[in-house]
Nanobody, 114 residues
Framework: QLQLVESGGGLVQPGQSLTLSCAAS????????MSWYRRTSGKEREWVAT????????VYADSVKGRFTISRDNDKNMVYLQMRKLKPEDTDVYYC???????WGQGTQVTVSA
């Protein structure tokens, strides 16, 4: 059964860094472009970043460009989001998915606060 599990979130101060991980079971991530999304309660999920299946192409939302880096390890069936220079407005629950086609995982909470 397909399952996505996000981890690595936490409480950090503005300017600090976090790296999120996405582990998948029941599906081979290597054949999909993978993305990170985020959502604050009551709002629609916002797209954050996408990485091509080969890992070669990456695109980012303007709000995170230059601060976040998406990567993947197809051998480990994992996707990552390195977040630097975090801002309070980055506070959200973060999710991974492939073009929103799969059931959402539980997400991982990132809180940026002084």
């Amino acid at each position: 059964q397909l399952q996505l599990v996000e981890s690595g979130g936490g409480l950090v101060q503005p300017g600090q860094s976090l790296t999120l991980s996405c582990a998948a079971s029941g599906v081979a991530l290597s054949i999909y472009d993978m993305s990170w999304y985020r959502r604050t309660s009551g709002k629609e999920r916002e797209w954050v970043a996408t990485i091509e299946r080969s890992g070669g192409g990456r695109v980012y939302a303007d709000s995170v460009k230059g601060r976040f880096t998406i990567s993947r390890d197809n051998d480990k069936n994992m996707v990552y989001l390195q977040m630097r220079k975090l801002k309070p407005e980055d506070t959200d629950v973060y999710y991974c998915n492939a073009d929103r086609r799969w059931p959402w995982g539980q997400g991982t909470q990132v809180t940026v606060s002084a």
